[in-house]
C-alpha cells in the first residue's frame, strides 16, 4: 500500500517564477494538508483541503493557493516566489480522528 | 492565534540515560500528537492523545497528556542511538481543523 507521494522531489526556480508541486494521498484517506519546512524549524501550516475545499489556512499569503481533485489528489502553487520560500514543502493526507502521514517532501530552492 | 511552544530545543544524551521533551500550547487542545522526523526525513506519526491526564505507552516511549489539554510531554527511557532525531508534537485546537506543530526538540545519542 503506498503511502503519501510527492513531486517532484527537488526543484531549483528562479525568483519571479511559478511553482506546483503535486501530492498523492495514502489510500483511504480524503484529507490533505500542505506544510512548509524551513531548516531546523518545526512544519508550518500552509492550508487543509477536504472535499476539494479550502477548508483551512494558515498564515500564509494569498501567493500560495492550492487545489484537491475529485481522486483526493492535491496541488500547492505558490507564485511570484521570493528566495524565502526555499524549504521543504510537506504534504501530509488524513482521515478524520487519525494521524497524519506524511510524504517525503518536495526541496525547493530558489535562486 | 494558537500556538505550540516545546522545550527544550536540542538535548543531547549518553546512550542509556532518559530523555523528555515538554509541549505547551496558548489554548486548549482536542487532541495532541507526536511525531518522529530523522535526520533528512520526514515526520512520522508516533501516537495520539485525545482525553485529558491520558497516558500511553509504546515500548521505552511514555506519552502524557495534561489535565487542562494544553500540555503534553514525551518520555523515552534508557535511550538508544536509533532514537535519534527531532520529536515534534502537534494540536489540534477545540475549534478543530489546522494541526498545529511545535518547534521540535532534537536528540541525539552519544553511544
Known amino acids: 500500500d503506498a503511502g503519501v507521494t510527492q513531486s517532484p522531489t527537488h526543484l531549483i526556480k528562479t525568483r519571479g517564477q511559478q511553482v506546483t508541486l503535486r501530492c498523492s494521498p495514502k489510500?483511504?484517506?480524503?484529507?490533505v494538508s500542505w506544510y512548509q519546512q524551513a531548516l531546523g524549524q518545526g512544519p508550518q501550516f500552509i492550508f487543509q483541503?477536504?472535499?476539494?475545499?479550502?477548508?483551512q489556512r494558515g498564515n500564509f499569503p494569498d501567493r500560495f493557493s492550492g487545489h484537491q481533485f475529485p481522486n483526493y489528489s492535491s496541488e500547492l502553487n505558490v507564485n511570484a516566489l521570493l528566495l524565502g520560500d526555499s524549504a521543504l514543502y510537506l504534504c501530509?493526507?488524513?482521515?478524520?480522528?487519525?494521524?497524519?502521514?506524511f510524504g517525503s517532501g518536495t526541496r525547493l530552492t530558489v535562486v | 492565534g494558537q500556538q505550540v511552544m516545546q522545550i527544550p530545543q536540542y538535548q543531547h544524551v549518553q546512550e542509556g540515560e532518559d530523555f523528555t521533551t515538554y509541549c505547551n500550547s496558548s489554548?486548549?487542545?482536542?487532541?495532541i500528537q507526536w511525531y518522529k522526523q530523522r535526520p533528512g526525513g520526514h515526520p512520522v506519526f508516533l501516537i495520539q492523545l485525545v482525553k485529558s491526564g491520558e497516558v500511553k505507552k509504546q515500548k521505552r516511549l511514555t506519552f502524557q497528556f495534561g489535565e487542562a489539554k494544553k500540555n503534553s510531554s514525551l518520555h523515552i527511557t534508557a535511550t538508544q542511538t536509533t532514537d535519534v532525531g527531532t520529536y515534534f508534537c502537534a494540536g489540534i485546537g477545540n475549534q478543530g481543523g489546522k494541526l498545529i506543530f511545535g518547534q521540535g526538540t532534537e536528540l541525539s545519542v552519544k553511544p
Open positions: 483541503y477536504y472535499e476539494e475545499e479550502e477548508r
Open positions: 501530509a493526507s488524513s482521515f478524520i480522528g487519525y494521524g497524519y502521514t
Open positions: 489510500s483511504g484517506h480524503d484529507t
Open positions: 489554548t486548549t487542545l482536542s487532541n
